[in-house]
Nanobody, 122 residues
């Protein structure tokens, strides 16, 4: 089992950047494929980005491709989401998630953090 804690959210102006972090507990972080999801007010949770166990493969939602970068540091048991060129449509609670599925997946995650709020002002 793994516990996830997100940090790094906040208020930023349109065009700005933020870096989210997700720290994992446990000794087997490298076994998990990791993902970031977000949920805007009044909307369902949506996939943002995913990275495989080694960090060699990544996948992004079309809405963030070219602006967001997911990465991981297995030694620090942390996954990151670098968000650039933010716009008000990126405002949401961002969640980190983990799955034991090998490789990249955009769904079927087993463990979730509590989320961190990102607000982008126009």
């Amino acid at each position: 089992q793994v516990q996830l804690v997100e940090s790094g959210g906040g208020l930023v102006q349109a065009g700005g950047s933020l870096r989210l972090s997700c720290a994992a507990s446990g000794r087997t972080f490298s076994r998990y494929s990791m993902g970031w999801f977000r949920q805007a007010p009044g909307k369902g949770r949506e996939f943002v980005a995913a990275i495989d166990q080694s960090g060699g493969s990544t996948r992004y939602a079309d809405s963030v491709k070219g602006r967001f970068t997911i990465s991981r540091d297995n030694a620090k048991k942390t996954v990151y989401l670098q968000m650039n060129s933010l716009n008000p449509e990126d405002t949401a609670v961002y969640y980190c998630a983990a799955t034991t599925i090998v490789g990249i997946t955009t769904w079927n995650y087993d463990y979730w953090g509590r989320g961190t709020q990102v607000t982008v002002s126009s």
